[in-house]
């Protein structure tokens, strides 16, 4: 079992800029590749960003491409989501989530999964 743990939320004015962090504890010895997901009100929880367990390959969505970046520290477990230029569109709860081995896109084939931080962008 891995346990995933968010923070960094808040909220930011439009243009400004966020680090988002996720701490695994747990089964941490495995290959997991990590990702964070995103679920406005009223809306279906989609993919942002995705990293490979080594940290040499990232896959982002559209909407983030250019703003965001994903990165990892394996020897603290813990991965981050710099959030730069952030919008109006970018709020939402923002979720980490776990798969062992190969990067995902899809949420359903996450195993692990955060409790979610706030994430307001202010117009």
């Known amino acids: 079992q891995v346990q995933l743990v968010e923070s960094g939320g808040g909220l930011v004015q439009a243009g400004g800029s966020l680090r988002l962090s996720c701490a695994a504890s747990g089964r941490t010895s495995s290959s997991y590749a990590m990702a964070w997901f995103r679920q406005a009100p009223g809306k279906e929880r989609e993919f942002v960003a995705a990293?490979?367990?080594?940290?040499?390959?990232?896959y982002y969505a559209d909407s983030v491409k250019g703003r965001f970046t994903i990165s990892r520290d394996n020897a603290k477990n813990t991965v981050y989501l710099q959030m730069n230029i952030l919008k109006p569109e970018d709020t939402a709860v923002y979720y980490c989530a776990a798969r062992i081995r190969d990067i995902a896109t899809v949420k359903d084939m996450y195993y692990y999964w955060g409790q979610g931080t706030q994430v307001t962008v202010s117009s």
């Open positions: 990293i490979t367990w080594s940290g040499t390959s990232t």
